[in-house]
């Protein structure tokens, strides 16, 4: 039977994807270097992105012996790795990128989140096959998905730390760390300790429910997410931990909140939840053919926020922009998936059965 959808969780997913082409718009079509609103919101788009995945991903009842793991790798390989593939290579083609370096970086031209997001499914059914049975669904089970997830995090912090910066500037992709942290994908493996999280705050949805309904704690989570964020502003980033790890953390917590406590805004029956959600279902649509419509030559513009800032102007005219970039690439997703074959395998859409 098919899993019911959550209307809150679809509308928080859209509204991630819009921040996310918002962002593109600010970094790769503007080219704003004074403050903007993007600077907080960077901070935990793709940890909340990632934080959603494993709160989907997430089901109690959920068996992890060969055959279901073998189909299930298989099924997010067809839905992840092939069409970021096909549109990689189209995107390369189209733009007529010649720079190799580019191909293969960390952001492989735009498309590394999916190709991350499958190392981290990859993770989590290793470590799900890895713990013995009779530490399933137990407090231990739960301390060596967070023991693996910490390693996991280190590691990637140590590879940014030791070779990001001069690999950036010689773009030297023939090391052992360049292949770590460009072929790899080393350095995003971060983020799945979001993954994580989302995982474990399904698992114990009750617990954080009753956390984030006491008036004290959300009250210190609120406090803590603007004093954190200012502090980032201020300082360029205390460490990489701080701003990387616990800022995201926060935002993740008062973000899904506020998607729950007001779940009524964004159900079906009104106008922004209608849209959020249908931003939400087709967000792999989005994010595979969103990068072909980012509007260029708008230097000029960043150049002007540069000179006067001016972040709210600057927010609803990139606003705007993301919007119509979203509007395109839903309609042009519309058209591929007249062909069920298509929206198969280049959205992961599910064969409906006659």
């Known amino acids: 039977m098919p899993t019911q959808r959550i ?3 679809d509308a928080m997913r859209g509204f991630t994807m819009l921040l996310v082409v918002y962002c593109h718009i600010v970094v790769q079509c503007l080219h704003i270097h004074s403050f903007t609103f993007n600077h907080l919101f960077l901070a935990f788009i793709m940890p909340l992105f990632f934080f959603i995945s494993g709160w989907v991903m997430y089901k109690a009842r959920r068996e992890w012996g060969k055959k279901e793991t073998g189909q299930y790798i298989k099924n997010k390989f067809l839905t992840l790795i092939i069409p970021s593939v096909v549109f990689w290579v189209a995107f390369i083609c189209i733009f007529q990128v010649t720079d190799t370096m580019l191909w293969f970086d960390a952001f492989k031209c735009g498309y590394w989140f999916t190709y991350a997001l499958f190392q981290y499914f990859l993770f989590y059914v290793i470590t799900m096959m890895l713990v ?28 940014r730390l030791l070779v990001v910066s001069d690999m950036m500037a010689s773009h030297n992709l023939g090391t052992l760390h360049a292949v770590l942290a460009h072929y790899i994908g080393a350095i995003q493996w971060y983020y799945y300790v979001f993954f994580c999280l989302g995982t474990l705050v399904k698992k114990y949805f009750n617990t954080f429910i009753r956390l984030t309904d006491n008036k004290w704690f959300m009250a210190i989570i609120i406090a803590c997410t603007f004093i954190l964020a200012i502090l980032q502003e201020r300082t360029d980033g205390l460490t990489f931990i701080i701003p990387g790890l616990l800022l995201p953390a926060m935002c993740i917590f008062v973000i899904f909140t506020f998607f729950r406590k007001n779940e009524q805004i964004f159900t079906k029956d009104t106008r922004l939840g209608r849209t959020l959600q249908h931003i939400g279902r087709r967000t792999l649509d989005i994010y595979m053919l969103h990068y072909f419509f980012l509007p260029k030559n708008l230097r000029f513009v960043g150049d002007f926020f540069d000179q006067h800032s001016n972040p709210t102007l600057e927010f609803f005219i990139s606003m705007a922009l993301a919007l119509m970039v979203v509007a ?13 074959l298509l929206a198969k395998y280049l959205f992961g859409v599910k064969e409906k059965h006659q």
């Not at 013995?132 to 996991?152: F, G, L």
């Open 328 to 340: 395109l690439s839903l309609a042009v997703s519309n058209v591929i998936r007249l062909s069920p």
């Open 7 to 9: 209307e809150y969780i």
């Open 132 to 159: 013995p049975r009779k530490w399933k669904n137990t407090k231990k089970e739960d301390a060596i998905v967070i023991t693996v997830a910490a390693t996991i995090a280190i590691v990637s912090l140590c590879t």
